[in-house]
């Protein structure tokens, strides 16, 4: 605010109360909200004349410091002043948020091979699996050399009594079964009346005799030794009468088997276009390791 004061109003100290006013509004600009100034004019027209271009610099000025107060803004070489006793240190702060997660970082150069760890412990056995698909079939394969032939061996005989055979047949005598049924293999000798062995294994052998007019005893030989013997009574019937018997012998080759009269007066084998005196023989099974079949 400027105000001209009256000249009935004498006033000549009126220079340095508006420099007090210019200067003393810059110092303490933060306390004066407004700045007036007070002007004792002696001479209204001469003032006027003097103090115009006086005036225009208060106005800028004003202006200039108005808009620094608005915007709390004081010229730096206005407020320096002396500096400030440190104040005491602050209180701890309360704790900060989390941090976000850092970068992942680069991947480090393998590191030495470890030492291989104990063995553990097995573990339980797991359940049964589904049965898988049907694989397909494979290549053929190629066609494998020729073997030997396999055949099973063979042994077996049937002989009997020619009818009416009217020889005596003493004791220790080979009933000559002259007669042959069987003999594929060679193995009974009708002139001799004995059986040889050339596949080793397990016979049966069985004798089937009619007994007429003397009872009979005759005994089933092996090499020399007796292995079953067999006896019929005849008590004069008027028909003939039956007397059988067999046994399993196991035999090697060059084994015989034979039938011998036990008794002399024990003889009655009888033969007839009706009944018949036999002996037969056959192989059940082989022993022989030689034979690929059998081993």
Not at 75 to 90: E, M, Y
Not at 151 to 175: R, W
């Amino acid at each position: 605010m400027l105000t001209c004061a009256s000249p009935n109003q004498p006033d000549s100290g009126w220079e340095e109360r508006l420099y007090w006013v210019l200067f003393g509004t810059l110092k303490h600009q933060q306390q004066l909200p407004k700045t007036s100034l007070y002007i004792n004019c002696r001479d209204t027209a001469m003032t006027s004349l003097r103090l115009l271009p006086l005036l225009q610099s208060l106005l800028l000025v004003q202006v200039h410091l108005s808009n620094q107060l608005e915007d709390n803004k004081i010229p730096p070489s206005l407020c320096t002043g002396h500096p400030g006793i440190p104040g005491s240190p602050g209180g701890h702060g309360s704790p900060g948020q989390p941090g976000r997660d850092g970068r992942d970082g680069r991947d480090a150069a393998p590191g030495e091979k470890g030492q291989k760890g104990d063995m553990g412990y097995p573990g339980e056995t797991g359940v049964r699996g589904l049965t898988g698909d049907r694989g397909d079939p494979g290549e053929k394969g190629e066609r494998g050399q020729s073997g030997e032939c396999a055949v099973a061996p063979k042994s077996a005989f049937s002989v009997k009594l020619s009818e009416g055979l009217t020889s005596p047949i003493t004791v220790g005598n080979v009933v000559r079964f002259d007669k042959v049924v069987l003999n594929e293999q060679g193995d009974y000798n009708a002139e001799t009346g004995r059986f040889t062995c050339k596949v080793p294994g397990v016979y049966y052998f069985a004798v089937h005799a009619t007994v007429y007019r003397a009872s009979l005893q005759f005994d089933l030989m092996k090499n020399a030794h007796t292995v079953a013997s067999y006896f019929q009574f005849y008590g004069n019937w008027p028909k003939p009468a039956s007397l059988s018997g067999g046994s399993l012998l196991h035999l090697i080759p060059g084994d015989q088997v034979w039938v011998q009269m036990a008794l002399s007066e024990y003889n009655g084998f009888y033969s007839s276009t009706k009944t018949d005196s036999t002996f037969t023989g056959f192989l059940v099974y082989s022993d022989w390791k030689n034979s690929a079949v059998f081993a």
